[in-house]
Each structure stands twice: as structure tokens, then as C-alpha cells.
């Protein structure tokens, strides 16, 4: 979990720049989840202009409200908090489209060990939908198989995408007709 956590925060101080210094995220979680709301934020959450980065979002701040895991915390040095799925939410800036493509997925894969996903449409929706419905499935296989969470990952995404590219050969034709194109 502190590999994918590290990995997302450098993601998202990456990232945040191509956003926008004061653009507007709405969220975009599933309004039936216990202890998840709907809400939307700024990026500059303290209105001074600058983005925003991981550190200053929600528990990730001085103010952790979870509990410590003690090994890991000890073995980096800084508190760990073992994140519960009620204090996870996701955002999506939508941009110029008429309908968001993204899809988010966040699930508890091992008791130390979180999902969370984000899957872009790139101008349809169709890969996406493909990534979404089964990158969690793979990673679990990967996860029986290995403990390496980055050999993982590689194989994980490789197998998707690999299985993509046969679903897009079969049905690709068909796409095309849905969307419209």
C-alpha cells in the first residue's frame, strides 16, 4: 500500500499542474457508498492561487484521523495511516467534453492493500469501460501468483491490454457503429 500511495502522490503532484491553478473538480463517487458524499472542490484548496498537492488533501495532512500501521510507519519514519474506504473519494475535471469518459474504481484488495484506479477515455469511452471492468480481476490473478506489487501492476496492465487489443480486433467495427464515428 505505501509503494501505490508514494507512486499516486507523485502522480498527483505531477499532474495537478496541467490542471489548472483554480480549476473546479467535481466528485464523482457512487452516492449510494456508507460515508462517501458528493462534493466538488477547488485545487487551491486555501484560495492563495497555488495547486494543490496530496499532502494537503484530508488525512494526508498534519491531522491524520486513522489509525497508525505501526511496521510500515516505523520503517519510513513518518505515520502511516491505514485508510479506510469510507475516507476515499475521487474527482474528475470533465473539461470541454458534453460527458465524462473517466471511470474511477477503488476496492480493498488484500487487509493491507487498497485499488484505487482511474481509467481515462481518450476520446471514447470504450477502452475505458474495458479497463475498468477488468484491470481489478487481473490484479487480484497477478496477486495470487506474486508479491512483487510492481511486477504486479506490469503484468496486470500488460494482460489488459493485451486482451484489449483482441476485444478492439473482434469488436472493433462495432465500437465504431455505437459511437458513431
Known sequence: MVSVSVSLSRLLRCRLSSVGWSSRC???????????RWNSTRLDVDGSGRSA???????????????ILLPPSIRYGTPIPQISLSRVGCASHIGRRRDNEDRFQVNKLMHNLLYFALF????????????????????????????????????AFLQVDAALAVEL?????????????
Request: hydrophobic letters at 35%; one cysteine or more; proline letters at 5%.
Open 26 to 36: 467535481v466528485c464523482m463517487c457512487d452516492p449510494t457508498a456508507p460515508g462517501i
Open 53 to 67: 498537492t496530496w499532502d494537503s488533501f484530508g488525512i494526508w495532512d498534519n491531522r491524520i484521523e486513522e489509525p
Open 120 to 155: 481515462d477515455g481518450h476520446g471514447g469511452p470504450q477502452a475505458a469501460d474495458f479497463c475498468h471492468k477488468h484491470m481489478e480481476q487481473h490484479i487480484r490473478e497477478c496477486l495470487e501468483m506474486e508479491t512483487d506489487l510492481q511486477a504486479v501492476l506490469s503484468k
Open 169 to 181: 480486433q473482434m469488436y472493433g467495427n462495432e465500437f465504431v457503429r455505437v459511437v458513431g464515428l
